[in-house]
């Protein structure tokens, strides 16, 4: 391990946050995540060298007493949502523009000089972007590198995994749905592991700057699908196959709608099938150099039929229960 041993994890009782943390505790480092509520957090309890803490990250004050003795700042934060606006939503304005400019900020205060920043493959390919989503995060990688700090980012594609809520959506939705119309049926994506996406992380947590300063990388898988085909891929897994059909742009964009009507966090909104106007795959940007990626049709296979599917134990103990 290095000298580096403070490091703040910003989303870090997230999907991908749990495991950039796994990576850092491994290494003997020590590890900061805030949250809004401490019950969120509580799965990284297990980690011994994490502490969690209850904090509002979007206070001034209470960001730089965070930031105040860090090495190295990881920032996960990011939201898929937000009400409509001009150039983006308040939502993607506050989490993807704002709440970097305010870290970068405090970190350039106290002496904090190493940031990690997580973006989104898509920036950067067209100017200006389809979506709110795109061009916020647009906004917030110039605000990082605007900063005079020591950066890195990474720009993952979808991210898979086993606690995932893309393909076990998928999964979920096949296995009560005969017929599934599919919004960005031909988009094209290139999704990455989240194990694979902590790899890089900490690789540039190790790495303290050296060969990943200021340098911008994708973050990708081996395989590329149009989103059909995760679909498809995800209902075989649990061993159902729905008729799976594209349709128009007005047609998905009325779908989004209701959706967004509903409580909850929509399935789809309508600026995610904005999102899907241009391919998320690798164009010309450079990758991560991690020695090797996970193969999606092989893990996400895996982790979709331990979940989704009952286990010979599980079918043993109904049937037991039955003869009751």
């Given amino acids: 391990m290095s000298k580096t041993k403070n490091v703040l994890v910003i989303g870090g009782s997230g999907f991908l946050g749990q495991a950039v943390c796994n990576q850092l505790a491994k290494a003997g480092y ?25 904090a509002n990250i979007h206070d001034r004050a209470t960001l730089g007493r965070l930031v105040s003795g860090q090495d190295i700042v990881v920032n996960l934060l990011g939201v898929l949502h937000s009400k409509p606006g001009k150039p983006y939503g308040q939502n993607f304005r506050v989490n ?54 020591a950066w890195t980012i990474l720009r993952p594609s979808v991210v898979f995994g086993r606690e995932d809520k893309f393909l076990n959506t998928f999964a979920s939705l096949a296995k009560i749905a005969p017929l599934i119309p599919l ?13 694979d996406v902590a790899k890089a992380i900490f690789a540039c947590v190790e790495d303290q700057g050296k060969d990943t300063l200021h340098n911008t990388y994708d973050l990708v898988g081996t395989e590329i699908f149009t989103l059909k085909e995760l679909v498809q891929l995800s209902a075989r897994a649990v061993g159902k196959n729905p008729v799976v059909f594209g349709i128009p742009d007005f047609a998905a964009k009325a779908q989004a709608f209701l959706m967004e009507l509903a409580p909850g966090e929509p399935l789809m909104s309508r600026d995610n099938v904005d999102s899907m106007k241009i391919d998320n795959i690798r164009t010309s940007g450079r990758t991560f150099p991690l020695s090797s990626y996970e193969c999606l049709s092989v893990v996400a296979t895996e982790y979709l039929r331990a979940k989704h599917l009952p286990s010979d134990l599980d079918e043993f103990r109904t049937r037991a229960h039955r003869q009751d």
């Fill in 30 to 54: 020590r590890i900061t995540v805030p949250t809004r509520r401490y019950d969120r957090a509580k799965h990284l309890l297990t980690l011994p060298t994490c502490q969690i803490v209850e």
């Fill in 96 to 149: 993807h523009v704002e709440f970097p400019k305010a870290l970068c900020t405090a970190m350039s205060k106290h002496g904090a000089k190493r940031i990690v920043h997580i973006s989104a493959l898509g920036v950067g390919v067209q100017n200006p972007a389809p979506s709110m989503y795109l061009r916020s995060k647009t906004d917030g990688e110039a605000v990082v590198k605007d900063s005079g700090l």
């Fill in 183 to 195: 919004a960005g049926a031909d988009a094209r994506f290139q999704p990455v592991s989240v194990g």
